[in-house]
């Protein structure tokens, strides 16, 4: 029986829920899975997290699995909508965020990060001006400039629930926009671009 046969087998047996397969498919991917984590978290703790996240769901999600088709696109896609996750919260959360940023900023940028950095920001810059114009004005006067609700609310002549509707409704459509047209490696640097959020 050849080795990609075996596998075949243990996959088969995965997929009606066998912990020993499932302990095999660990052995075989995790490190990988953690290297491929890493690139994106630049956090050895987060990286782990994730790849216990991406296991959990390929075993939640068992019955899925083809056996007479490779694991590893299923498995890295996984491990990608994971990662993706990942960025996303740490655009929402300050702290996270920064903590993200210290970990991906090394002492001197790459010609690369540059280059991806400019996409990234040129693509952000789009959904901005897209934005309807009280809409867009709401959003450069919290997020670029540092002005409060209340400042915000002052200015324009409006109730500062306006303001904070205006503002995530703005952030929805900006968040929603960066997932059509940026793709996996401009979703690396979203600690580099927090102003935009």
């Known amino acids: 029986m050849s080795s ?3 596998f075949f087998n243990v996959l088969d047996r995965l997929k ?3 912990e020993d397969a499932f302990r095999v498919v660990y052995d075989r991917y995790h490190q990988q899975i953690y290297g491929f984590s890493l ?4 956090s ?6 994730i790849v216990q996240n991406t296991f959990t769901k390929l075993w939640q ?3 899925q699995i083809d056996p007479q088709r490779p694991l590893e696109p299923y498995l890295y896609q996984i491990a990608k909508n994971e990662n993706l996750k990942f960025l996303q919260k740490a655009a929402q959360h300050k702290t996270l ?3 993200l940023y210290q970990q991906m900023n090394p002492p001197a940028s790459t010609v690369e990060q540059d280059l991806i950095l ?3 920001t040129s693509i952000a810059q789009q959904a901005i001006d897209l934005l309807p114009p009280k809409r867009k004005l709401v959003y450069e006067m919290a997020q670029q400039q540092g002005k409060t609700t209340r400042e915000i609310a002052a200015y324009m002549g409006i109730t500062p629930q306006t303001v904070r ?3 995530a409704q703005a952030l929805r459509f900006i968040k929603l926009y960066l997932k059509r047209h940026a793709d996996l490696s401009l979703a690396l640097l979203l600690a580099f671009a927090a102003r935009f959020f």
């Open 97 to 99: 965020r920064e903590h």
């Open 118 to 120: 400019a996409e990234y």
């Open 39 to 42: 690139k994106f978290t630049h």
């Open 165 to 167: 509707l205006q503002l």
């Open 61 to 63: 999600h068992r019955t």
């Open 44 to 49: 050895p703790e987060d990286a782990l997290e």
């Open 16 to 18: 009606k829920g066998r």
């Open 4 to 6: 990609d046969q075996n």
